[in-house]
Structure formats: structure tokens, C-alpha cells
């Protein structure tokens, strides 16, 4: 069997691994994104981190096939352009950078393209030919898979249903726009819906601090406003799963990332909206389920991009 590394980079955290084919970590570390000036550090750090685990394992560097990157975007191929979680990283070549460092191929996609490939190679895409993969965390994003193939766009960025924009006077997103998805459904848009409106909940209005599972919490609990946040988010977000079904007629549309690892019954309320909006005839054949990768998807992710990929 063949040896794979793969890289999560996030605003926070740099997960990195080694693993296989089977989607088996054989070993992983962490290292935190803020310790970084810019992106030729991070790249220094990110080898010597690849370098330690192969040590660790015994196995030698040009053991690994290849090296797969799961990254915020935009991307301009391997290339990193601005973005709000890394702006130090500007401009950065994260796929030549890793293999001056490494001497391994390595493929770099959205970090959602390459959590949709971690689902279909792994999880609950596995054996699928036709699906969108939806992360609801601190943002939205999506993957895509189009006969059998991960769909990602001239430049590697394809699946931004977060920056669609869904209520045009609505709230200033972080991409400049206002009223995109990401600022009605994610999990930032929840947290800031339940600060706004805090003096109106029983629940809310004694706590310091305002999480989005708080809101859930608050929902099951019977408290009003807590429901009402959670309906409009979900109202929205079925809204933008309905253009996904209608545009794509997908086999299944995947739901994950940290909202929806936390708060699974979520689904349960999404759904009924997602059919309200789609086409019925789109819809009957669509399986809506949640993804199975949990707080592992970014790496196994990167390790399927790695896996996958024909560089």
C-alpha cells in the first residue's frame, strides 16, 4: 500500500497526516495557524511537520505518493489568493511551495472541494455518482461530484453557495457583498441573530457569552426567539439547498461541518424547506443525509485529494 499525506489548513489550525488509500491516519499533529507571519513560514513549518510524522512512522519521505491540501479559498489553482482566515498568506503557491519543501507531487483544492472528496471516498459519498457535499460551520461552502468526477471549477473554486447572494439589503458578508447565505444560515449568522435579539429570550439574555449550539439549545428548551432564529436559518438554508437540487439533480446532498456534527437533528428541520423550494420531481430522488466523517473530514479530505489526484 501506498503512503499519503495530507494537509487542513484553517484560520485556527493546520492539521497535518499521513494515511493510506483505506482513509486509515497513521499518524497526525497540529499546528497553529497564528504562530505564522506568512505563508513561506507556514509552508516551512507544514514540511518540517510531514518530515516529524515520517520519522515517527519510519517510512521515508519519497515513500509518499503524493501530498493533498484541503485550503480556504479563493484559490487560483495551487495558488492562494486573498482570503479573510489567511490574509498574511496572500499570493502564496501552496502546491509548488510543498514540493520545493518536499520533493513530492502535491494537489491543493478548496478546502470544501476536498471534504466532499473525503465523503466520496470514505464516508457517506462512497459508491456515489452524483453529489454536493454542504458544510454549515463558521461559514458555508460546498463540494461537488459530477459523474463520478469532483467538479471544482477553472480555477478551483466552484461549490461558493455561501457567497450566493440570498437577501440583497441584507447584512455585509465577509466577501464584501451583503445578504450571502453564509450571513443568514452559518453558524456566525446564528450566534450574531441570538446577540441581536437577546433581551427578548428567557434563555439568552442571562448568558455572558452567546455560542450557536446555545440557540439549539435554547430551541429544544421552548424558548421563542431561540426557535424563531433557528426556523429563519433554516428557511434559508433550505433555500440554498433547493438551487443545488434544481441545478445539479444530485443522488444526494451531504451535510457537515461543525454546526451540523454538533447539532444533527438540525436536518430534521432543514428538509422540509429544501422540498418546499425544489422542484418535485428533482427532489423525490434526492437523499439528504449527514456527512459520517465528523471532526475528522478536513484531513481525511486532504488525504482522499492526495489519493485521488492524477499529478
Not at 22 to 38: A, Q, V, Y
Not at 167 to 188: D, F, H, I
Request: net charge negative; proline share 3%.
Amino acid at each position: 500500500m501506498a503512503y499519503y499525506a495530507g494537509v487542513d489548513i484553517g484560520g485556527t489550525k493546520i492539521a497535518v497526516g499521513i494515511g493510506r488509500e483505506t482513509g486509515d491516519i497513521l499518524g497526525e499533529g497540529r499546528l497553529m495557524t497564528s504562530e505564522f507571519t506568512d505563508g513561506d513560514k507556514g509552508l516551512d513549518a507544514i514540511a518540517g511537520e510531514i518530515k516529524e510524522l515520517c520519522d515517527k512512522l519510519g517510512i521515508s519521505m519519497d515513500s509518499l505518493s503524493r501530498i493533498g491540501v484541503g485550503s480556504p479559498g479563493p484559490l487560483d489553482g495551487g495558488k492562494l489568493l486573498k482570503t479573510a482566515n489567511l490574509p498574511t498568506w496572500e499570493g502564496v503557491d501552496l502546491s509548488a511551495g510543498l514540493k520545493l519543501r518536499t520533493g513530492r507531487p502535491t494537489a491543493v483544492e478548496n478546502d470544501a472541494t476536498a471534504a466532499a472528496i473525503g465523503e466520496w471516498q470514505f464516508g457517506a459519498g462512497k459508491g456515489l455518482q452524483h453529489f454536493v457535499y454542504v458544510t454549515v460551520s463558521t461559514g458555508v461552502g460546498s463540494g461537488i461530484v459530477v459523474n463520478g468526477s469532483r467538479y471544482a471549477g477553472i480555477q478551483g473554486n466552484a461549490g461558493e453557495i455561501g457567497h450566493m447572494v440570498m437577501k440583497p439589503q441584507g447584512s455585509v458578508c465577509r466577501c464584501g457583498r451583503r445578504g450571502c447565505l453564509e450571513t443568514l444560515a452559518s453558524g456566525t449568522a446564528i450566534q450574531q441573530r441570538a446577540m441581536e435579539r437577546a433581551e427578548s429570550s428567557p434563555y439568552l439574555k442571562t448568558m455572558a457569552t452567546i455560542e450557536a449550539q446555545d440557540v439549539f439549545a435554547g430551541a429544544v428548551k421552548g424558548d421563542l426567539t431561540c426557535q424563531s432564529i433557528i426556523r429563519e436559518a433554516s428557511q434559508y438554508l433550505g433555500l440554498g439547498l433547493s438551487y443545488l437540487v434544481n441545478l445539479f439533480n444530485p443522488q444526494a446532498l451531504i451535510l457537515g461541518g461543525g454546526v451540523m456534527v454538533n447539532q444533527p437533528e438540525w436536518l430534521n428541520i432543514i428538509i422540509p424547506f429544501v422540498a418546499e423550494y425544489s422542484m418535485a420531481d428533482l427532489f423525490q430522488p434526492v437523499n439528504i443525509a449527514l456527512a459520517q466523517l465528523g471532526t475528522d473530514s478536513g484531513l481525511l479530505g486532504a488525504i482522499a485529494t492526495a489519493v485521488t489526484s492524477q499529478i
